[in-house]
């Protein structure tokens, strides 16, 4: 397994970056280009990543001996989508049509990566654009889904701290625009703060003491 085109997009940023493997068909270069950005990253985002892509990246990796942090957390949406939904498919052109966003797009199937690999100089050139287009779709399509399906789902990292916030702020943007919601109490007597973010709805707990320097802040 080669990887012919990588694609990516930082959260917040509305470019979308793209690699291919070279003209003898390696994809070492393309992967020691992708892995300086991928190890800054605290999390990546992505559709059946931890089956499929991370697991294709690291082996290409380990081939290649290229640095690979393994500290990057991994968020895999459709992982996710297994857990808090029940729907009929979980592929990512079923969810982007059945909750309402950017749709993935269609392509040739196994002529399309034939035509990578074997056909002639102009057909290769060809084809390996209209997969980057493709790739490029699947970003767009994955990001939108993320964004859609997220107030829904557990954050696995807090991006307000990571970005130098109180850790009461909210975990998916960092923002401190944010306020009670709910105060619950466990079965073992502890109080814990429901909080909602005013910019996008999003729930969070926090517990009794990030609360109370929350509200040293505004009294």
């Not at 640095?67 to 592929?91: E, H, L, M, T």
């Not at 779709?137 to 399906?149: F, N, P």
């Not at 625009?177 to 973010?197: D, P």
């Amino acid at each position: 397994t080669k990887i012919i085109t990588v694609s990516w997009q930082w959260v917040d940023e509305d470019k979308v970056h793209s690699l291919t493997w070279d003209e003898n068909h390696s994809d070492e270069e393309l992967l020691r280009r992708f892995i300086a950005e991928y190890n800054k990253a605290d999390l990546v985002v992505g559709q059946n990543s931890n089956n499929f892509d991370i697991r294709i990246v690291q082996a290409r990796c380990a081939k290649f001996n290229i640095p690979y942090n393994v500290y990057v957390r991994s968020f895999d949406i459709q992982k996710a989508a297994k857990k808090y939904f029940r729907i009929p498919s979980y592929s990512l052109a079923y969810m982007t049509k059945f909750f309402g966003v950017e749709q993935k797009l269609t392509h040739d199937g196994i002529k399309l990566w034939d035509a990578v690999e074997d056909g002639t100089p102009e057909e290769q050139k060809e084809a390996l654009q209209k997969m980057v287009d493709y790739n490029i779709g699947d970003i767009v399509a994955t990001t939108a889904l993320y964004y859609r399906l997220r107030p829904f789902f557990g954050h696995t990292i807090h991006l307000g701290v990571g970005a130098g916030e109180p850790p009461w702020s909210c975990p998916d943007t960092g923002s401190i625009n944010v306020g009670l919601h709910k105060t619950t109490i466990t079965k073992a007597g502890t109080i814990q703060r429901i909080m909602i973010s005013h910019e996008t709805g999003r729930q969070y707990k926090i517990n009794n003491r990030q609360y109370l320097a929350f509200i040293s802040t505004i009294s």
